[in-house]
């Protein structure tokens, strides 16, 4: 049995493998395996993947289970033109979302997996605009 850790594991992988880069040319410094502290924030940008859960459907006498899991991708950037930092996570979304979908097994451990939401949240802080990305990537594999 495949377990939702051992899909983040490797979806972090993917994506150090990958090397997602902004318009800038610059890479994510670090991947966390779920949401750091603030005093933890390496250099920008940075990011996270984290199991957001999802759906289980038992097997029966000749399926075997569904199990279907989401999975956050989050970077951040922050800048102090805003526009910058606008851009940056917008081209993250293009390069992270491209080495998602040159994979869509996770390594031959799901059956599919695909993008199925992006969103975006900005803050200031002090003179700086923080930009982040959440792409949501959807696994599915029969177990």
Request: no cysteine; charged share 30%.
């Amino acid at each position: 049995m495949t377990s939702p850790k051992t899909l983040r594991d490797q979806i972090i992988s993917i994506l150090q493998n990958a090397d997602p880069k902004n318009g800038e040319s610059k890479s994510i410094k670090k991947i966390f395996k779920g949401e750091p502290p603030q005093s933890r924030w390496p250099g920008f940008p940075w990011g996270w993947v984290e199991w957001a859960g999802g759906p289980l459907t038992p097997s029966s006498m000749s399926v075997k289970a569904r199990v279907e899991d989401r999975f956050f991708v989050v970077v951040v950037d922050k800048h102090v033109d805003a526009d910058r930092a606008e851009d940056s996570v917008m081209d993250f979304a293009d390069s992270v979302e491209a080495a998602l979908d040159a994979d869509p097994t996770i390594g031959g451990l799901v059956a599919t997996s695909y993008v199925v939401n992006r969103e975006k949240e900005k803050r200031f802080l002090g003179d700086y605009s923080l930009v982040a990305l959440r792409i949501t990537l959807y696994t599915r594999r029969r177990e």
